[in-house]
């Protein structure tokens, strides 16, 4: 550390030589002395001191303080006054130049070292933490994120550039305000207000406020942002305030709308691709064998009763095929823009599976077995219910021809039925002994024309599953899956019972 160069300013000679002794004695320099207020300004300006002694009394038109005050506006050098006297003005004026010390006259050389020492410590370390200090604000202003700080109240005390911008307060005028009258933020998803200042001081937490949050600025336009609020703290540990950082999110909440639009457009159009191949494929078999039965039947001459039945059959199965092909796509199309309606009616829940099962059975004259079980919390209890029958129909019938559909002959599907009054729920559980599906398919099972990889030459739309999905929905029930490859599938439905109160 090199020795500091001190500055005396005193009127009276001998004090002033007496002081440049005792300054030299204990090693420091003296660069001058002066006077007058006058001289004190020049000789500060030309020694450029590390240190002024200046006595607040000096003789002519200037005192210490304003030459002290003169010399402060002209060169950043610490102040130690020099006091016999002083009246209460003078010495409030001088608390204004924020001197390092006073000394009070007389003084011994140790008074004088201890004043200095103590002096330029205190002046090293408010330099130390003005720079600080200064090299955060250039930070904080030259950030590209908006930063805002209050006190403890909630009130502003910060504001950088960036955030001056965004919220079109200037921090002259935003100052001491209320960080709700500046901060405007809103839940684009409610419109309710949202308060992040009074969350962090209450709660002395760090709060991260939703994807969907507004800032409405000064002119009262909407702007995404994203963010964050954290206390402030005090080497304590005592929250003095909080700290906001925010960013403008209008570029990227626009290119997530543009990426989202082109996704959906892609997905629309692989759907679409998708709906042509399959419906083509899937139209172009039962047309086939009703085209070829009509031409046996026309060009065969002496075909028997029996022949007829058979041919005559197999053009009503590839009608009932191509119905419900149709109907399954005009279903999915109805769930696609929300026009798949719920219209509930009463049901007796037993008796509607029962009779579904059966009717399946005729129909699919397949060779499996459907055990169907109904299990009630309180056999006492009339099991009606209020639910859509046709939507209802579209759900189990699906489960039940997948589940005939991936499973080996001469093979049994369980089918439970459980209502539970306390829960409100009916549970429709269809379990088979099939051919499983893929864990790695799974996720995806419900999606419209998806099938899973192990399917091979089975027959299929991809539809039905996807059907079963926005039925349930429309009932606002859930769905659950398991299922093990080699082993078998089990598809719960959980639907509210809808009962009248």
């Not at 006259?105 to 002046?123: H, Q, S, W």
């Not at 399954?328 to 029962?354: H, K, S, W, Y």
Request: hydrophobic share 40%.
């Amino acid at each position: 550390m090199t020795t500091p160069k001190i500055l005396v300013v005193e009127d009276e000679v001998i004090v002033a030589r007496t002081i440049t002794s005792q300054l030299q004695q204990l090693g420091y320099i003296v660069v001058d002395t002066a006077s007058s207020g006058a001289s004190a300004i020049a000789k500060a300006s030309e020694t450029q001191p590390d240190l002024i002694l200046m006595d607040i009394v000096l003789k002519g038109e200037m005192d210490g303080v304003t030459a002290a005050n003169q010399i402060q506006a002209q060169q950043n050098v610490p102040i130690i006054y020099l006091t016999a006297y002083a009246d209460d003005n003078t010495l409030q004026r001088a608390k204004y130049t924020q001197p390092l010390g006073y000394i009070v006259k007389p003084f011994t050389a140790n008074d004088l070292r201890v004043a200095i020492e103590i002096g330029l410590y205190k002046y090293q370390v408010s330099q130390e933490l003005q720079e600080s200090r200064d090299y955060l604000a250039t930070l904080l202003r030259s950030m590209g994120d908006a930063v805002v700080a209050t006190d403890d109240q909630g009130a502003i005390t910060f504001m950088n550039p960036a955030a001056e911008t965004l919220t079109e307060w200037p921090q002259s005028e935003a100052a001491g305000r209320p960080a709700t009258e500046i901060l405007q933020l809103i839940d684009e998803v409610t419109e309710l207000p949202v308060n992040p200042v009074a969350q962090v001081l209450q709660e002395q937490r760090v709060v991260h406020l939703n994807d969907f949050t507004a800032l409405i600025s000064k002119n009262g336009t909407p702007i995404p942002i994203g963010d964050s609020a954290s206390p402030l703290r005090r080497t304590t540990g005592e929250v003095s305030g909080a700290v906001l950082v925010f960013w403008d999110m209008s570029d990227r909440r626009q290119a997530e709308v543009l990426t989202q639009a082109l996704e959906k457009e892609q997905e629309l159009n692989r759907l679409k691709s998708q709906f042509v191949s399959t419906v083509s494929h899937e139209f172009r078999n039962p047309l086939a064998a009703v085209l070829i039965a009509a031409e046996l039947l026309e060009k065969s001459q002496n075909l028997t009763e029996a022949k007829k039945d058979t041919y005559l059959q197999r053009i009503k199965t590839a009608v009932r095929s191509m119905n419900q092909l149709m109907e399954d796509v005009l279903i999915l199309g109805q769930a696609e823009v929300d026009r798949l309606l719920c219209q509930p009616i009463a049901l007796n829940l037993e008796l509607f599976c029962r009779d579904l099962v059966e009717e399946f059975s005729l129909i699919k004259q397949s060779e499996h077995t459907i055990v169907f079980n109904c299990i009630v919390d309180s056999p006492t209890e009339d099991i009606r219910v209020r639910m859509d029958e046709k939507l209802l129909r579209y759900i189990l019938t699906n489960l039940l021809s997948n589940a005939v559909k991936y499973s080996p002959l001469n093979t049994a599907v369980d089918f439970t039925l459980t209502i539970d009054h306390l829960a409100h729920t009916a549970t429709f559980q269809i379990a088979d002994q099939g051919i499983g599906i893929p864990e790695a398919d799974q996720p995806r099972l419900f999606d419209s024309f998806f099938r899973a990889s192990n399917v091979a030459s089975i027959q299929g739309t991809g539809l039905g599953l996807a059907i079963v999905k926005r039925c349930v929905e429309a009932h606002n029930g859930t769905l659950t899956l398991s299922s093990q490859v080699g082993v078998g599938t089990t598809i719960g439905v959980v639907l509210p019972l809808g009962t009248e109160p």
